[in-house]
């Protein structure tokens, strides 16, 4: 019988490995390594953080600014400056904690549909009644806890007459609280849907002197107001140093456009008057103005990480439209 044999290990054997310094520079070079990766990594994510609050601002500016021309639009009458101030008072009291200042005031045409019946037909007619509209540039002076950012923004604020009824049926009609000698169509789901929204009154064209005279003499009612401004528009500039001017274009004569400049500086001596971020310039006679609103996407980045100083114009996009209001005067 044979015996099985095993080998026995020889002496002389060398086994291979790393040494302890070979270690650490593999694990020195891993280490930065990662490193760089990683900061390669942030400096992606911080640059398309950039470049994305640029965009964001920019399409919600251009969006205001479609919102705004289309409804200077219906626009029958648009206040200059000396008219914004002639009616100021007029205007909702600014609460405490924020500081607001009118920049564009105008009166529009406003449809309403299917209000008004039609004798021996079940569909209902379209009423057109007036509305006075505010735009204000508004910033917070406290350091309250607030849903909007730290920057400036853009609310709008609308009152409008009622619906004069067109039909003697005392069934379809209602009395107004505040407005007596007036009829008022009746509401489908609420009586006083179609009544004047409280502190409204109308212009009266009846009234001696100029249209601008009797613009400019308009009163509100005696009710409080009820209506609140809604924001627009939030991150719009609030810088008041090395800021651009608000220019306006240069007059024209074909079209004949004469315009007024309209900032917030002529209402206003606070910080929101030192602004140049809401402007409007505005050709009274022609019923047309141009809006100008710049945006604040730095405001977006927190701590405003790694923005190059060098190209801080990029992070404060400008939008700018002209509209001639089309709406009418009716009797």
Known sequence: MSII??????KNRSFY????????????????????LLRLLINVMEINQQEQAKITTGVEIQTALD???NDLKQAIYIYDAQGINAIRSQLPST???????????FWRQETIENVLPVPGSLIKDDAFVYSLVVYYLIRDTTAS???WSKSARIARWKIRDGVLANTRDFNQIVLCNGYTGRDYIKGNFNSLEFCPEPGFAAFNLNNSGSLEQIMNSWRK????????????????????????????PPNSTNPKITWSRVTSSIFSHTTTGRMTSFYACVDRLNVT??????????????????TNSNQLSHYFPTVSTQVQGKGFFYK
Do not use: K
């Open 17 to 36: 490995g790393f040494t302890i310094m070979q270690l650490l520079v593999g694990l020195t070079i891993g280490v930065i390594s990662i490193t760089l």
């Open 145 to 147: 806890v607030s849903e």
């Open 5 to 10: 044999s095993f080998p026995t290990p020889s």
């Open 67 to 69: 919102y705004i021309a």
């Open 221 to 248: 009612h005696s009710a409080r107001y009820t209506n609140d401004p809604i924001v627009l528009v939030d991150y719009i500039d609030s810088r008041i140093n090395n800021i651009p001017p608000a220019v306006c």
């Open 95 to 105: 609460p405490t904690g924020i500081d607001r200042v009118p920049v564009l005031v």
């Open 289 to 306: 103005a141009q809006v100008f609103i710049r945006g604040d996407a730095l405001a977006r980045i927190p701590n405003n990480l790694n």
